[in-house]
């Protein structure tokens, strides 16, 4: 056991046991000065401290400890600091058992099955119990359980290979919550504060207030909020003289006219007090909520024009005797749409047709709404199907039409969502570092943990305090009232997981530099740094050229960078796909992330360090809609957020520059082409390439004919990042994934050749090989070989030297008759035997000669084995002995029989008598007179006994023996009368199964 301090000198009380694996204790420490513990709200949570050795020790993962009832693991194997060859530093760190969850796949477990890409639209009770489950499983337990759910909202997210802990702070964000564990329980709520406030006063409970800024929104003291486009009626609200005016403003939503043009966070501010901006709420827009009263089902079939299959489907039509609708409500080139909030569609968007019979809108049968099917989920069908109850939103229409009360409700309610973001985003998001006056923490016991409500005194605030919580806190372990509180209001969603290892492309249309690593995307942010800063430190040598333009009369130049800085981005786990199932219609952008080498989130007030988050956003929602135009052209676009990680796609006609609007940054990622030929190409524009002296950096190089088709390319193209290769198609063509980590060649033959161009290995496209010049391992017949003595034919026959192998079973034959045999498929291979395991050694002198047989009866007997030649065949907790003095010593049944009345064997078993081993009988029955049966056998002894017992036989008949020699017994059976019978019986022999006559 490791002695960590003076164990012998120190109070139990301040012992720490720490225990490996297995439960052992390891090791004794006792709590030093430098020892602390560690938590903070949705991020780290551990015990650490530090000690020196005079030799080295292990510490592995799974060693353990346990600190106020609460289990604290070693999460890595840990190496110390090796000052000299007897002095090795320790600083071991223990991590909450929750902290285990970033080891932890967030799958979807669902009959036996883990998916790793996932998606799913319910409330965060649904989310938390997935959570749940992937920790009982890990842990093998059952006590995970979801507690506390604050949001009662639904939503829409998708998981890629994520992490557990990583996926509860995704969920946290989604619903704009915080999650905690407590205990074995999993918690969800909008803030996490509680108890009575506790005072932080300046020099009088806390020796300071260090702060630091915490996560927020860029500060905005004017506010022109604005809704979403959907119906909103054709003359909406006409632009007044000195407004902001353009093409989005003029069709969103807007707050109601009587609260003016913007909204301010406080009166009367000066000019020098504004800071205006824009804020889009999408989820604003006037909406007719309705309920489905009845169902219809119509039947639907369609027919491949290829294959001619025919498929059955059914479509869904829905009435709501709430909503009386027209076709003149419908907006010109807007789609009529609905979304279910409610039932197995939930969070579901369908375009809807009004009217599918063309009813006249007088005749009740005219209120009729049926589903356009999602051609790519082939949703609705059998199982996601609406049903009566279904809440639901009409949207892409008039509304003004139907009720002149939508629209002043959805601009109030616009109006109320602006307020509430505004005093949210305008509050004080400043994280407090509070260290404890010790002497005050220790007098009032004030061990606070995260959550805990406190009140901060000091000049600096309004009012002259400000309430918040705890979020964090680092204690000494030896001391918890010596103590760094960190206190604040506004969440931060840290992830654990490092982002290369929680993304994983779903499907693979187009690669664009996928899987890279963190030091990969390090290296690219600081190479682009330093080729940026290089521009401006070039010069000609030469005396040609100046910074400002290239060589005269040649295209000769020191430096060259092509692209754009807005477009010098790569992505993980980003796939592309157009054509789905050939329609040319479709667009379909994955989930993924970005990351960016040269702009970042969050605030441009510094430049973060190369390996900062701040450089990646993430797409958290797919992108699968219809393109409306097959002529057009269509720009795809990452709509990332100017202050926080969150991106999303917009596929767009029209040209976006990326820094115009306020809040969003719009990287192009590239072009989807008209449709051609029924399929769309797609060009990536993301990215940069610089030359610098005889150096290329970039990211992708493809040949001229290169296209992202597996069927149709022709060309080459090289991942410089990943190192991925890939030449021509799947019908002749070579593949080298470098994330999968596999080489595949298609209808290519393989060479190796030697310094003579003598081929050494070759691999052919019907699957033959060649190895080491001659010898052939594969043949296209199914023949081959892989040495001199190692062959097979084409009927799988193998040759290992003398050896063969066929029909299930092994052969070794030399020319002096030695044989092995083993296998099923002995039959007749010698003497009719039929056997499991053979070994045959015959020489000249067969006086000589060793059988072992096993699983059924020796092919002969007839010379006796040599003294002291014996064969043992050992098993466990016993022995099976052959030898010459003792043929088998296995007491017990002998043999047995069923006799009928004229003497006829109807049963025999003991085949095989140990005298004269014989291979016919065990025993051969004779009637010697009325009554009276004899029962002749090979045992050669009369140690046995014999049980008799007639059946079919009158009621008074009994049995007796009459006589037990060594070659035969006499059975007689009587009536009460002592007259003698025949009759039916059965025998069984036992005794001694040895014979010492050899």
Same mark, same amino acid.
């Given at each position: 056991?490791?002695?960590?301090?003076?164990?012998?000198?120190?109070?139990?009380?301040?012992?720490?046991?720490?225990?490996?694996?297995?439960?052992?204790?390891?090791?004794?420490?006792?709590?030093?000065?430098?020892?602390?513990?560690?938590?903070?709200?949705?991020?780290?949570?551990?015990?650490?401290?530090?000690?020196?050795?005079?030799?080295?020790?292990?510490?592995?993962?799974?060693?353990?400890?346990?600190?106020?009832?609460?289990?604290?693991?070693?999460?890595?194997?840990?190496?110390?600091?090796?000052?000299?060859?007897?002095?090795?530093?320790?600083?071991?760190?223990?991590?909450?058992?929750?902290?285990?969850?970033?080891?932890?796949?967030?799958?979807?477990?669902?009959?036996?099955?883990?998916?790793?890409?996932?998606?799913?639209?319910?409330?965060?009770?649904?989310?938390?119990?997935?959570?749940?489950?992937?920790?009982?499983?890990?842990?093998?337990?059952?006590?995970?359980?979801?507690?506390?759910?604050?949001?009662?909202?639904?939503?829409?997210?998708?998981?890629?290979?994520?992490?557990?802990?990583?996926?509860?702070?995704?969920?946290?964000?989604?619903?704009?919550?915080?999650?905690?564990?407590?205990?074995?329980?999993?918690?969800?709520?909008?803030?996490?504060?509680?108890?009575?406030?506790?005072?932080?006063?300046?020099?009088?409970?806390?020796?300071?207030?260090?702060?630091?800024?915490?996560?927020?929104?860029?500060?905005?003291?004017?506010?022109?909020?604005?809704?979403?486009?959907?119906?909103?009626?054709?003359?909406?609200?006409?632009?007044?003289?000195?407004?902001?005016?353009?093409?989005?403003?003029?069709?969103?939503?807007?707050?109601?006219?009587?609260?003016?043009?913007?909204?301010?966070?406080?009166?009367?501010?000066?000019?020098?007090?504004?800071?205006?901006?824009?804020?889009?709420?999408?989820?604003?827009?006037?909406?007719?909520?309705?309920?489905?009263?009845?169902?219809?089902?119509?039947?639907?079939?369609?027919?491949?024009?290829?294959?001619?299959?025919?498929?059955?489907?059914?479509?869904?039509?829905?009435?709501?005797?709430?909503?009386?609708?027209?076709?003149?409500?419908?907006?010109?080139?807007?789609?009529?749409?609905?979304?279910?909030?409610?039932?197995?569609?939930?969070?579901?968007?369908?375009?809807?047709?009004?009217?599918?019979?063309?009813?006249?809108?007088?005749?009740?049968?005219?209120?009729?709404?049926?589903?356009?099917?999602?051609?790519?989920?082939?949703?609705?069908?059998?199982?996601?199907?609406?049903?009566?109850?279904?809440?639901?939103?009409?949207?892409?229409?008039?509304?003004?039409?139907?009720?002149?009360?939508?629209?002043?409700?959805?601009?109030?309610?616009?109006?109320?969502?602006?307020?509430?973001?505004?005093?949210?985003?305008?509050?004080?998001?400043?994280?407090?570092?509070?260290?404890?006056?010790?002497?005050?923490?220790?007098?009032?016991?004030?061990?606070?943990?995260?959550?805990?409500?406190?009140?901060?005194?000091?000049?600096?605030?309004?009012?002259?305090?400000?309430? =918040?919580?705890?979020?964090?806190?680092?204690? +000494?372990?030896? $001391?918890? %009232?010596? !103590?760094?509180?960190? #206190? @604040?209001?506004?969440?931060?969603?840290?992830?654990?997981?490092?982002?290369?290892?929680?993304?994983?492309?779903?499907?693979?249309?187009?690669?664009?530099?996928?899987?890279?690593?963190?030091?990969?995307?390090?290296?690219?942010?600081?190479?682009?740094?330093?080729?940026?800063?290089?521009?401006?430190?070039?010069?000609?040598?030469?005396?040609?050229?100046?910074?400002?333009?290239?060589?005269?009369?040649?295209?000769?130049?020191?430096?060259?960078?092509?692209?754009?800085?807005?477009?010098?981005?790569?992505? =993980?786990?980003?796939?592309?796909?157009?054509? +789905?199932?050939? $329609?040319? %219609?479709? !667009?379909?952008?994955? #989930? @993924?992330?970005?990351?960016?080498?040269?702009?970042?989130?969050?605030?441009?007030?510094?430049?973060?360090?190369?390996?900062?988050?701040?450089?990646?956003?993430?797409?958290?929602q797919a992108f699968n809609q219809i393109l409306q135009d097959n002529a057009a052209s269509y720009y795809m676009y990452v709509k990332a957020e100017k202050q926080s990680d969150s991106a999303a796609w917009e596929l767009t006609t029209n040209q976006l520059k990326y820094a115009d609007d306020t809040n969003y940054f719009y990287f192009l990622m590239g072009v989807i082409y008209p449709a051609k030929e029924d399929r769309r190409d797609v060009s990536l524009t993301n990215g940069m390439a610089y030359i610098s002296g005889g150096s290329i950096y970039g990211d992708v190089i493809k040949s001229i004919n290169y296209v992202d088709d597996e069927d149709k390319n022709e060309g080459s193209k090289y991942d410089l990042n990943n190192g991925s290769i890939r030449i021509g198609n799947k019908v002749k063509g070579l593949l080298f994934d470098a994330t999968n980590k596999v080489f595949k060649l298609f209808g290519i033959t393989l060479e190796f050749r030697d310094s003579k161009d003598k081929i050494v290995t070759q691999i052919k496209e019907d699957g033959s090989a060649l190895f080491c010049n001659e010898n052939v391992l594969f043949n296209?017949?199914?023949?081959?070989?892989?040495?001199?003595?190692?062959?097979?034919?084409?009927?799988?026959?193998?040759?290992?030297?003398?050896?063969?192998?066929?029909?299930?079973?092994?052969?070794?034959?030399?020319?002096?008759?030695?044989?092995?045999?083993?296998?099923?498929?002995?039959?007749?291979?010698?003497?009719?035997?039929?056997?499991?395991?053979?070994?045959?050694?015959?020489?000249?002198?067969?006086?000589?000669?060793?059988?072992?047989?096993?699983?059924?009866?020796?092919?002969?007997?007839?010379?006796?084995?040599?003294?002291?030649?014996?064969?043992?065949?050992?098993?466990?907790?016993?022995?099976?002995?052959?030898?010459?003095?003792?043929?088998?010593?296995?007491?017990?049944?002998?043999?047995?029989?069923?006799?009928?009345?004229?003497?006829?064997?109807?049963?025999?078993?003991?085949?095989?008598?140990?005298?004269?081993?014989?291979?016919?009988?065990?025993?051969?029955?004779?009637?010697?007179?009325?009554?009276?049966?004899?029962?002749?056998?090979?045992?050669?002894?009369?140690?046995?006994?014999?049980?008799?017992?007639?059946?079919?036989?009158?009621?008074?008949?009994?049995?007796?023996?009459?006589?037990?020699?060594?070659?035969?017994?006499?059975?007689?059976?009587?009536?009460?009368?002592?007259?003698?019978?025949?009759?039916?019986?059965?025998?069984?022999?036992?005794?001694?199964?040895?014979?010492?006559?050899?």
């Open positions: 056991m490791i002695e960590i301090g003076l164990i012998k000198y120190a109070p139990s009380d301040l012992i720490v046991d720490i225990f490996d694996k297995q439960g052992s204790i390891k090791a004794k420490y006792v709590i030093g000065d430098d020892a602390i513990y560690c938590n903070e709200l949705m991020n780290q949570h551990y015990i650490e401290f530090s000690f020196v050795l005079d030799r080295f020790e292990r510490f592995d993962r799974g060693d353990y400890l346990f600190y106020e009832g609460y289990k604290y693991y070693v999460l890595s194997d840990y190496i110390p600091e090796e000052s000299d060859s007897s002095t090795f530093k320790y600083t071991l760190r223990f991590d909450g058992e929750e902290m285990m969850a970033a080891s932890v796949q967030f799958y979807y477990l669902s009959q036996g099955l883990k998916e790793s890409t996932w998606s799913l639209t319910s409330k965060a009770s649904s989310f938390l119990q997935v959570a749940a489950d992937n920790l009982n499983r890990y842990f093998d337990v059952t006590d995970f359980a979801v507690g506390t759910v604050e949001p009662a909202e639904i939503k829409s997210m998708s998981f890629d290979n994520s992490y557990v802990f990583d996926a509860l702070t995704n969920i946290a964000q989604e619903f704009e919550c915080e999650w905690y564990i407590s205990g074995r329980t999993i918690n969800l709520v909008q803030k996490l504060a509680e108890g009575a406030e506790v005072d932080f006063e300046n020099e009088v409970s806390v020796l300071r207030m260090s702060n630091s800024r915490g996560a927020a929104d860029k500060k905005i003291t004017r506010m022109l909020a604005l809704g979403s486009s959907r119906n909103i009626p054709t003359n909406y609200r006409s632009v007044g003289t000195g407004e902001a005016v353009d093409a989005i403003y003029q069709k969103r939503l807007r707050i109601p006219a009587s609260k003016g043009n913007y909204i301010d966070a406080k009166p009367n501010m000066t000019p020098e007090e504004v800071i205006e901006g824009t804020v889009v709420f999408e989820d604003a827009y006037p909406q007719f909520e309705g309920i489905i009263e009845t169902v219809s089902i119509v039947p639907c079939t369609d027919t491949d024009t290829n294959t001619k299959v025919v498929t059955n489907w059914n479509a869904y039509r829905f009435t709501d005797s709430k909503i009386n609708f027209k076709k003149d409500y419908l907006l010109p080139g807007t789609d009529l749409m609905i979304h279910f909030k409610s039932g197995n569609l939930n969070g579901f968007d369908f375009k809807v047709m009004f009217n599918p019979l063309n009813k006249p809108e007088t005749d009740a049968a005219s209120q009729v709404f049926e589903i356009y099917r999602d051609e790519y989920t082939n949703i609705p069908n059998d199982i996601f199907k609406p049903v009566e109850k279904d809440e639901y939103i009409l949207y892409g229409f008039n509304i003004a039409l139907v009720g002149d009360q939508y629209v002043p409700r959805a601009e109030q309610e616009l109006y109320e969502k602006a307020v509430k973001w505004l005093d949210k985003n305008n509050k004080d998001t400043d994280l407090y570092e509070c260290p404890t006056v010790i002497e005050y923490f220790y007098k009032n016991k004030y061990d606070l943990q995260i959550g805990k409500k406190v009140r901060l005194i000091n000049d600096r605030f309004e009012n002259g305090y400000r309430s =918040s919580r705890i979020m964090g806190f680092e204690k +000494k372990l030896i $001391n918890k %009232y010596d !103590a760094v509180y960190k #206190v @604040g209001d506004n969440p931060e969603y840290k992830r654990i997981t490092n982002l290369e290892e929680t993304v994983k492309e779903q499907e693979i249309i187009i690669e664009s530099n996928t899987n890279q690593s963190l030091q990969s995307r390090q290296n690219g942010v600081r190479n682009t740094q330093n080729l940026r800063a290089l521009k401006g430190l070039i010069f000609d040598p030469d005396g040609y050229f100046d910074n400002t333009q290239i060589k005269p009369n040649s295209i000769e130049t020191m430096y060259l960078a092509v692209g754009a800085k807005s477009q010098d981005f790569t992505t =993980s786990g980003v796939s592309i796909k157009t054509n +789905k199932d050939g $329609n040319s %219609y479709r !667009a379909t952008l994955s #989930v @993924g992330y970005i990351n960016h080498r040269s702009l970042w989130w969050g605030g441009e007030t510094e430049t973060p360090a190369s390996n900062s988050p701040k450089y990646t956003w993430k797409v958290t296209s017949d199914g023949s081959g070989q892989l040495a001199k003595d190692i062959r097979w034919d084409k009927y799988n026959t193998m040759f290992i030297g003398d050896f063969e192998i066929f029909n299930s079973f092994l052969r070794y034959k030399k020319a002096n008759g030695t044989s092995i045999y083993l296998g099923d498929g002995i039959n007749s291979a010698i003497d009719n035997t039929d056997s499991t395991f053979l070994i045959n050694n015959k020489n000249t002198d067969l006086s000589q000669k060793i059988i072992i047989n096993i699983n059924s009866q020796p092919p002969s007997f007839d010379n006796p084995l040599m003294p002291l030649q014996n064969i043992a065949l050992n098993i466990s907790k016993g022995a099976f002995r052959v030898s010459p003095n003792n043929i088998i010593d296995t007491p017990g049944l002998l043999f047995a029989g069923r006799i009928n009345s004229s003497c006829g064997v109807l049963y025999m078993w003991g085949r095989g008598g140990r005298g004269k081993l014989n291979k016919d009988s065990s025993f051969a029955p004779s009637r010697i007179s009325e009554g009276e049966y004899k029962i002749e056998h090979f045992l050669g002894h009369n140690n046995y006994v014999v049980n008799v017992t007639p059946y079919d036989y009158p009621a008074d008949c009994v049995s007796s023996l009459h006589s037990v020699t060594n070659d035969d017994f006499v059975i007689l059976f009587r009536k009460f009368n002592a007259a003698k019978v025949n009759t039916n019986f059965f025998f069984t022999v036992f005794g001694e199964n040895t014979n010492d006559s050899y």
